[in-house]
């Protein structure tokens, strides 16, 4: 009986100890927030981080809960991160159906209560996914220069909402930004206008939105979040053949087998393109770039 009561009071004083740890934890970072004055906004993936910093500057930290390298549709919350997001101030959620955040909003909502969602989605009008073997809404907003101008004005509205002090240079950042924006997309339009192939082949089709602001087609490899069967590599085969396609493309977070399996059949090459990096507009330039050069 004694036995019993000593483990059931060590186990209590453990749970004790790792909640006052964890209040301690939560404690200091609000200290450190106030000490260096920034605003701390929770996001879900690295280009809404490049948004957040382009719109606020100095005055804002960014919590990235997506970290780089790993996969908004499979990625699972750390403790460390759930410390981090108990200080935010506001939480800018993609808002299109990102895997991460139909498993995962509902329960950040619920530890940080008071901090404002603000839609990165609101505005946009979201379309199908291209690829004929994953059907439904394509999620990749962000990949888009337009929607991308949606989605900085919509951070910045929020921004506003839980900052006012700071709001005029919220504005101007903003309106800085989206002319930027506006610059890269008239550049594009103009540079993939005159391309003779207007498909490519991607693994993981992030692309689609990307792909419908200048009448491409994206073709994925990937069934359903999968690698593909045989058959259906020998049709992407046939398909690159019809096209004289010579390029594949691949995202850093998955797998390149079945990419230079069918790059090795063509005669081609797989190139790697980032559908996630941080800096949004030098990004945008590197894929354009890399999509102009394969559909010449």
Known sequence: MKHLIS????????????????????AGCDREAETTGKTVIAVTILPQAGFVEAIGGDKVEVVVMVPP???????EVTADQMTQLSKAKMYAKVGSPVEFELAWMDKLIALNKTMLVVDCSK???????????????????????????IIAQNICDGLVQVDAANKSLYEKNCADYI???????????????????????????????????????????????????ADYIVRLIEAAKGNNTKVIFVSPQYSTKSAKTIADEIGGEVVIIDPLAKEFIENMRNIESAMKQAMK
Do not use: C, M
Request: cysteine-free; proline content about 6%.
């Open 7 to 26: 483990n059931r009071l060590i186990s209590t004083v453990l749970i004790l100890l790792l909640v006052i740890s964890l209040i301690t934890a939560a």
């Open 69 to 75: 390298g790993a996969s908004p549709h499979t990625y």
């Open 123 to 149: 505005g946009i009008e979201l379309i199908a996914s291209q690829d004929p073997d994953e059907p439904g809404i394509d999620p990749h907003i962000w990949l888009s220069v337009k929607n991308a101008k």
């Open 179 to 229: 002319k930027e924006l506006a610059a890269l997309d008239e550049s594009f339009t103009t540079d993939l206008s005159g391309v003779t192939n207007r498909s490519f082949i991607v693994f993981h089709p992030a692309f689609g939105y990307f792909a419908n602001d200048y009448n491409l087609t994206q073709i994925g490899v990937e069934q359903e979040g999968k690698e593909p069967d």
